[in-house]
C-alpha cells in the first residue's frame, strides 16, 4: 500500500458515520444507488487528520473543498463552521482523540435517473463523514518506497482539471494500475508536455545539491502538505523551487521523497528499479520530516 500503508484498528469495524447529519454505525452506513457520486463521482473531497483532538490545518482544507465546489458548480448548503461543527460531533460520537483520519464526501446529491447533466437533480448535496482509527505505518517514513514513471499522464485542465479533489479519480486509479504493473508502489505522472507532475496518490518532490525541487503545480491538486513542506523549506533556509524538470533529472538527484495528508513525508529509495541517491532516506528528508513533526505539534499545542 506504499505511503497509505496502516495498522489495521478492530475499533473501526463499528464506527460512527454521519450521513446528512444523522448518525449510523458503519456497517448500516449507505447511500443511494441513485446518488451522483455512486452513479457518475460527481463531487468533491477532503481527508485530514486528527492530532491531539485538533484538526491540523482544518481551515486550508475547508477552504481547498470549497474552491473545488465551486469549480464544479456545486453550491454547498452549510457553513464552513456548521461542517467542522458535524466533524466535531462526529469524533465526539466516536471518543476519538488523536491518530484519526477523516474523510469528508459532498457529491452533488440524488438523481431522478442516471444521468449526467448536474441540474438534473432531485435532492440537496450528501454530505458523509467518515473517521477512522489510522496509524501509518511508521516503518514507511524510514524505509521508503519505490517509485516507478507511468505512462498514465495528468491531463490538461479542459478535459479533467487536475487541481479539483474530484470523486472522479479514474485517471489517479489508472496510474496506480500501471505502476502496481511495473513493480512501483506509487505511480510518478508527467504532465501533458512532458515534465513531471505528481504521483497517483501523493506530491513529488527531489533534492539536487542541496535543492528542493517540485513541479509547478500546473497540473496536480493543490495539496496541502506540499505547500506546508514549500513553506517549511522557504522558513528553514532550504532553496526550494516550483520549476519544470523531467524524468532523467528524478533519475540524477541526491534524494526524492512524496507528500500527503495521511503520512507526511515519505521517502523514494528506488526509482524505475534503480536505487534513488544511495537507496536509503537522506538528510534532507530526515530535516524536513523534522521540521513538519514540529509544525503539527505546534498546531496542536497553540
Not at 33 to 46: C, I, K, Q, R
Not at 50 to 63: Q, W
Not at 140 to 151: A, Q
Not at 173 to 194: F, Q, W
Amino acid at each position: 500500500m506504499g505511503t497509505h500503508e496502516y495498522q489495521q484498528d478492530p475499533r473501526n469495524e463499528d464506527v460512527w458515520i454521519s450521513i446528512n447529519g444523522e448518525l449510523f454505525r458503519r456497517p448500516d452506513a449507505k447511500v443511494s444507488v441513485l446518488d451522483a457520486g455512486f452513479l457518475l463521482g460527481d463531487g468533491v473531497w477532503e481527508a485530514f487528520r486528527l492530532h491531539d483532538d485538533v484538526l491540523v490545518f482544518i481551515d486550508d482544507h475547508i477552504d481547498r473543498l470549497f474552491r473545488g465546489a465551486e469549480i464544479i458548480s456545486l453550491e454547498i448548503p452549510y457553513g464552513r463552521e456548521e461542517i467542522i461543527s458535524e466533524i466535531q460531533r462526529v469524533i465526539k460520537a466516536n471518543e476519538m482523540h488523536d491518530q484519526v483520519h477523516i474523510r469528508l464526501i459532498i457529491t452533488r446529491g440524488l438523481k431522478p435517473t442516471p444521468y449526467q447533466a448536474p441540474w438534473v437533480i432531485s435532492s440537496d448535496p450528501t454530505i458523509v463523514i467518515i473517521p477512522e482509527h489510522k496509524k501509518a505505518n511508521v516503518e514507511r517514513s524510514i524505509n521508503g518506497i519505490s517509485l516507478v514513471t507511468v505512462d498514465v499522464i495528468r491531463g490538461p485542465h479542459n478535459v479533467q482539471d487536475p487541481r479539483i479533489n474530484s470523486l472522479s479519480k479514474h485517471n489517479c486509479i489508472a496510474a496506480c494500475i500501471d505502476a502496481a504493473n511495473k513493480g512501483g508502489e506509487e505511480g510518478l505522472m508527467l504532465d501533458p508536455n512532458g515534465f513531471v507532475s505528481t504521483c497517483n496518490s501523493t506530491h513529488f518532490f527531489i533534492v539536487k545539491d542541496g535543492e528542493v525541487w517540485t513541479s509547478t503545480g500546473e497540473f496536480c491538486l493543490e495539496g496541502i502538505t506540499r505547500q506546508k513542506i514549500i513553506d517549511l523549506c522557504h522558513g528553514n533556509g532550504i532553496p526550494c523551487s516550483e520549476k519544470n524538470f523531467v524524468p532523467a533529472d528524478v533519475a540524477d538527484a541526491d534524494e526524492a521523497f512524496v507528500t500527503g495528508t495521511f503520512a507526511g513525508l515519505t521517502p523514494v529509495i528506488e526509482y524505475d528499479g534503480r536505487p534513488m541517491g544511495n537507496g536509503r532516506r537522506g538528510p534532507i528528508v530526515e530535516r524536513l520530516q523534522t521540521l513538519y513533526l514540529e509544525l503539527i505539534s505546534s498546531e496542536c499545542h497553540v
